[in-house]
C-alpha cells in the first residue's frame, strides 16, 4: 500500500501530495492490515487523488507504465485485502497459492497489456484527432469513459448464470 | 447453485470510477491507463467462473458415543471431478462446543478428481445430544469476484454422556423387592447373612444347625438367614431451575450424580428409574442392564430446563414408573420451591425419599467471578442454604448436602454414618 500511495509523493514532492499520500499510507494500510476491504478501497482512491494531483501539479511527460503499475497493482491489493478478509480464522490449503497465482498472474499481465494497447490506440486517437477543438475532445474522452463505465456496471451486475 | 457477484466488485468500480473521472478532469492519460487493468479484472471476474462439474461430499465422526470433557473427531471428505476450483468449506458449531484441534472453516483448491480430506476435533464440556447441521459449501472465483453456495445436507449425531464416577456404597433402600439381589432383606429365608437363632423344629436342614448354641443351651438350634433382595431405585431430577455456567451448573452436577447413583445400583442388580420433574416431565420407568442403562444415560444427556408455570404433580406418575416401594432419591439445587413442595408430598404419602442437595452456590461463583462482594453474598447464601436444609430435616425429610464438586460417594458417607431406620420387608 505504501508503494502505491508513494507514486504520487515521488512524481511531485509537493505538501498537498505528500499529506495525501500520508492519507493514502494510513487509511490503506489500516485496511490492509485489519482486512477490511472498505479501507484498503478508500486508501487506494486517496492514492488515485494524490496521482493525479501530482499529475496535474508536475505536468511531466507521459508515464504509462506506471499508471498500468499502479491499476495492477490496486488490483492485486484488493484482491488480496479480500481473500485474506475471507480466511481470517479458517485453514488455508497451501496449494491454493498455486492456484491462485495462476489465475491471477494472467489477470494483471492482461491488464497491462490492454493498458499497453489503450496507450498505443490513444496514441493514434490523438493523432487522428489532431487540430480538432478542445471542448470536442473533452466531451469525445467523457462519452467514452462513461460508456465504459456504464459497460462494466452492466457486466457485473447483469444475473448470475447458473453453473451448470 | 448460481453465481452471485461479491462486495469486491463494488470496490474495484469505485476505484474504476475515481480513475476514469481525474483522468478527465486532469486531463492525463496515464490515469485512464490506470483504469484498465482494473477494467481487465472485473471483465475476468465474470468470466472466470469454472462450472461445478460432479461433486462428492461427506463427512463422518469419529464415535457416536462419549463422555463429556472428550474430543470427538470429525473428517470431512470433499471430492471435485470438474476444472481446479477454489472452495470453502464451513461447518457451523452446536452451542456448549468448542474446536480442540483444527478449524472449522476451511479453504482449499479441489478439482481434478482429487480427493481432499478435513478434520477437526471438537471438544464437548457438557452433556448434550450434539448435533452437527448442515455442511456449507462455496466456491469461489480465483480473484474473489463472485462466489456460488451450496448446502449438504446431512446431520450427524453424537450422544455426550454425563461423567460417572464410581459410588461403592449408595444409598440402602427401606424396602426390597422380591427379587434376588445384593441388598439384605429382613425377612428370613435362604440366603448368607445370618440372622437369629431359634430352636431346631422338623424339616430344618443339618446344614444351619448351630453347634455352638446347641452345646451351650442343651438343645438342637439352628441360625436362620436374611434373605438379599434387589430394590427398586427412582431418580428424581429437578429441572425447573438452573445455575451456572453451560455445562458445569447445578444441573449439570445433578445430573452427574444421578449418573452415578444409577451406575452403582444398576451394578448392584437393582431397577433404576428416572422422572425428570421440569418444564417437560420425562419418565423412564425402572429395570435394569445394558440397554437400560444406555436409555439412563440418553434421557439424561438430553436433561434441561424447560421455563413453565405449571408445577407438576408426581401423583399422575404411574405406579409402574414410581413403584410404592421404591427407594426415591431426589437430585435438586432447591433453587425452585414447587420441587420442594412436590418431594415434601412423596414424603408424606410413605414414600422412602432420600434428597441430594445439590448446592449451587459454587456453580454460581464460577459463573460471576471473585471480589468481596462475591464473597460476601456466597457467604450469605450459604447460611440461608443451611437453614433451610435444617428447617427440611425439622420436617422429616432426608437430606444430604453436596457441594457439586467433591466426589458425591464423600457426601454419601457423611449421612451414612448417622444410624440407619430398621430396614421393613
Redesign the interface.
Known amino acids: 500500500m505504501a508503494l502505491l500511495a508513494g507514486v504520487g509523493p515521488a512524481l511531485c514532492p509537493w505538501p498537498g501530495v505528500i499529506a495525501l499520500g500520508i492519507a493514502a499510507s494510513v487509511v490503506g494500510g489500516a485496511g490492509t492490515l485489519a482486512r477490511i ?2 479501507l ?2 478508500a486508501g ?2 486517496l492514492a ?2 494524490a ?2 494531483l501530482a ?2 501539479l508536475e505536468q511531466p511527460a ?3 507504465l ?3 503499475a ?3 497493482g ?2 492485486l491489493l ?2 488480496l485485502v ?2 485474506a478478509a ?2 481470517r ?5 497451501p ?2 497459492a ?3 497465482l ?3 498472474l494472467p ?2 499481465a ?3 497489456m ?2 499497453a494497447a ?2 498505443v490506440g ?1 496514441t493514434l486517437v490523438a493523432l487522428g484527432l489532431r487540430g480538432v477543438a478542445l471542448p470536442m475532445v ?1 466531451a469525445i ?2 462519452l467514452g ?1 462513461v460508456a ?2 456504464a459497460g ?2 452492466a ?3 447483469s444475473p ?5 | ?9 463494488l ?34 471476474g ?1 468470466r ?5 462439474g460432479d461433486w462428492r461430499l461427506a463427512r463422518s465422526v469419529s464415535r457416536d458415543r462419549l463422555v463429556e470433557g472428550e474430543r470427538v473427531t470429525v473428517t470431512v471428505t470433499l471430492q471435485a471431478f470438474g476444472p ?3 472452495v ?1 468449506l464451513y461447518q457451523p458449531l452446536p452451542a456448549h462446543v468448542r474446536l480442540a484441534r ?2 472449522h ?5 479441489a478439482g481434478e478428481g482429487r480427493e ?1 480430506r ?1 478434520t477437526f476435533e471438537l471438544h464437548c464440556a457438557g452433556r448434550q445430544r450434539l448435533r452437527l447441521g448442515d455442511l456449507h459449501l462455496r ?2 472465483e ?3 469476484l ?1 462466489a ?1 453456495e451450496a448446502v449438504h445436507r446431512e446431520i450427524s449425531e453424537v450422544s455426550v454422556y454425563p461423567h460417572v464416577t464410581p459410588i461403592r456404597r449408595p444409598p440402602s433402600p427401606a424396602r426390597t423387592q422380591t427379587y434376588v439381589g445384593h441388598h439384605v432383606s429382613p425377612a428370613q429365608g435362604e440366603g448368607i447373612e445370618p440372622g437369629d437363632i431359634r430352636p431346631f423344629v422338623p424339616g430344618d436342614q443339618v446344614r444351619h444347625v448351630n453347634w455352638r448354641a446347641t452345646l451351650r443351651l442343651g438343645a438342637l438350634h439352628v441360625t436362620q438367614h436374611h434373605r438379599e433382595r434387589s430394590a427398586d431405585v427412582v431418580l428424581l431430577l429437578d429441572t425447573l431451575a438452573d445455575v451456572g455456567p453451560a455445562g458445569d451448573s447445578a444441573v449439570d452436577r445433578a445430573v452427574r450424580g444421578a449418573a452415578s447413583l444409577a451406575a452403582a445400583y444398576l451394578a448392584r442388580k437393582d431397577r433404576v428409574g428416572l422422572i425428570e420433574y421440569g418444564g417437560i416431565l420425562r419418565q423412564v420407568r425402572p429395570a435394569a442392564g445394558r440397554a437400560h442403562w444406555e436409555r439412563l444415560l440418553d434421557t439424561l444427556a438430553r436433561a434441561s430446563v424447560v421455563f413453565t408455570y405449571v408445577a407438576r404433580d408426581l401423583e399422575r406418575i404411574p405406579p409402574r414408573v414410581l413403584p410404592p416401594q421404591a427407594l426415591v432419591i431426589a437430585l435438586s439445587p432447591l433453587i425452585d420451591g414447587r420441587f420442594l413442595g412436590a418431594a415434601a408430598d412423596l414424603a408424606a404419602r410413605g414414600f422412602d425419599l432420600v434428597v441430594v442437595a445439590v448446592s449451587p452456590i459454587a456453580a454460581a461463583r464460577t459463573l460471576v467471578g471473585g471480589g468481596a462482594v462475591t464473597d460476601l453474598a456466597a457467604r450469605l447464601w450459604a447460611l440461608e442454604r443451611r437453614a433451610e436444609l435444617d428447617r427440611l430435616r425439622g420436617r422429616g425429610l432426608t437430606i444430604i448436602d453436596w457441594d457439586g464438586v467433591e466426589p458425591l460417594e464423600a457426601a454419601l458417607a457423611v449421612w451414612q454414618r448417622r444410624p440407619r431406620r430398621r430396614v421393613r420387608a
Do not use: C, K
Not at chain 1, 480464522?89 to 490449503?93: E, L, S
Open positions: 476491504v472498505p484498503a478501497t487506494g482512491a488515485l487523488i496521482y493525479a499529475l496535474a507521459g508515464h504509462p506506471t499508471g498500468a499502479l491499476g495492477a490496486l488490483v484488493l484482491a479480500h481473500f475471507r480466511t480464522g479458517a485453514a488455508v490449503d496449494r491454493l498455486r492456484l491462485l495462476r489465475h491471477w489477470v494483471l492482461l491488464g497491462v490492454v493498458a489503450l496507450v490513444g473533452m474522452a467523457t469513459a465504459a463505465a462494466v456496471i457486466l457485473v451486475t448470475g448464470r447458473p453453473a451448470p | 447453485m448460481s453465481w452471485r457477484p461479491t462486495p469486491l466488485n470496490s474495484l468500480i469505485t476505484l474504476l470510477g475515481w480513475a476514469l473521472l481525474l483522468g478527465v478532469l486532469s486531463g492525463r492519460a496515464e490515469l485512464i491507463v490506470a483504469a484498465a487493468p482494473l477494467l481487465v479484472a472485473l471483465a475476468a465474470r472466470a467462473r469454472p462450472a461445478a481446479s476450483q477454489l470453502e483444527g478449524h472453516h476451511a479453504f482449499t483448491a481432499i478435513w466456491r469461489w480465483p480473484l474473489g463472485a456460488a
